[in-house]
């Protein structure tokens, strides 16, 4: 059974910095995306980063330049550096991932339980 746990949010001040990071473990066969996710109080969920398989990374606009998406592969984790953060960043942030978990598995999405973020003053 594959897992995300999330870890490493918090309350911070504006232009702040905090790193999120999410494990992943159980039986995975084929790892194809991990990224993060958040949600807003009265919004949808958005994409703010996302690894794909082939190493490239994807942000949206309003975190480029002051997010970075990291990994460590050997032990099947994602980070997100955030910094210079802004209250408008104050959201659960969720790790996901595409994956197999055999190779006779479908394609599936996992997600973390979510951890919070606050930026404010």
């Known amino acids: 059974q594959v897992q995300l746990v999330e870890s490493g949010g918090g309350l911070v001040q504006p232009g702040g910095s905090l790193r999120l990071s999410c494990v992943v473990s159980g039986s995975i066969s084929v790892l194809y995306l991990m990224g993060w996710y958040r949600q807003a109080p009265g919004k949808q969920r958005e994409l703010v980063a996302v690894?794909?398989?082939?190493?490239?990374?994807r942000y949206i606009d309003a975190v480029k330049g002051r997010f970075t998406i990291s990994r460590d592969n050997a032990k099947n984790t994602v980070f997100l550096q955030m910094s210079s953060l802004k209250p408008e960043d104050t959201a659960v942030y969720y790790c996901?991932?595409?994956?197999?978990?055999?190779?006779?598995?479908?394609?599936?999405?996992?997600w973390g339980r979510g951890t919070q973020v606050t930026v404010s003053s």
């Open positions: 690894f794909t398989s082939g190493g490239s990374t």
């Open positions: 996901n991932a595409e994956a197999r978990a055999s190779l006779s598995s479908p394609r599936a999405e996992y």
